[in-house]
């Protein structure tokens, strides 16, 4: 699986391993802080609190797409705030204090929109140098092939037919070109 130039990808693999890692590092450094019980103790009303807290935002969020739809507005925002929504629970549910934090800033209605401006933000400088996409231009062509002119690559001039090279085969039927 390539994506451009690599870099989600080895991202992606990097999360994948440095932040369970992460993690295990903070809860050792916590837990030889206050000890094991009260870091365990938090790491359950982080995940009883954000399984709660996910659950009233996520009926909020519910109600305004509902309003949004009956209304007739185009729901974008209240469509990120419920994805956020749900990825800021299961980011709490997740033992670990970092992902609490993110989880948090996810689920809070007050910090909500600073989360949602910051991944826009890194969607739109992603996307900044991408091309559009090209038209498909017919059978056998793939989307990665620039589009030719159709004939000899000459411009067609105003007025002009459109000139279909090719043979006229007789119909088995009759015997008559169709």
Known sequence: M???????????IA???GLPILEVWILVRVAEQIGIWPTLATLVIHA???VLLMQHEGR???QA??????TGKVPTGHLADAALILLGGTLLILPGYLTDVIGFLF?????????RKMIAFFIARRNKGT????????????????????????PKRAGEPTVIPGEVEPS?????SS
Do not use: H
């Open 2 to 12: 390539r994506l451009k130039r690599g870099w989600p990808l080895l991202l992606l």
């Open 15 to 17: 999360i994948l391993i």
């Open 48 to 50: 009883v609190g954000g």
């Open 60 to 62: 909020r969020a519910w």
């Open 65 to 70: 797409l509902t309003n949004a739809y009956t």
């Open 107 to 115: 689920l809070f209605r007050w910090t909500r929109p600073l989360a």
């Open 131 to 154: 091309p559009a996409p090209r038209r498909w231009s017919g059978p056998g062509d793939s989307y990665t092939k620039p589009l030719k002119p159709p004939g000899n690559g000459a």
């Open 172 to 176: 088995p039927e009759n015997g008559r």
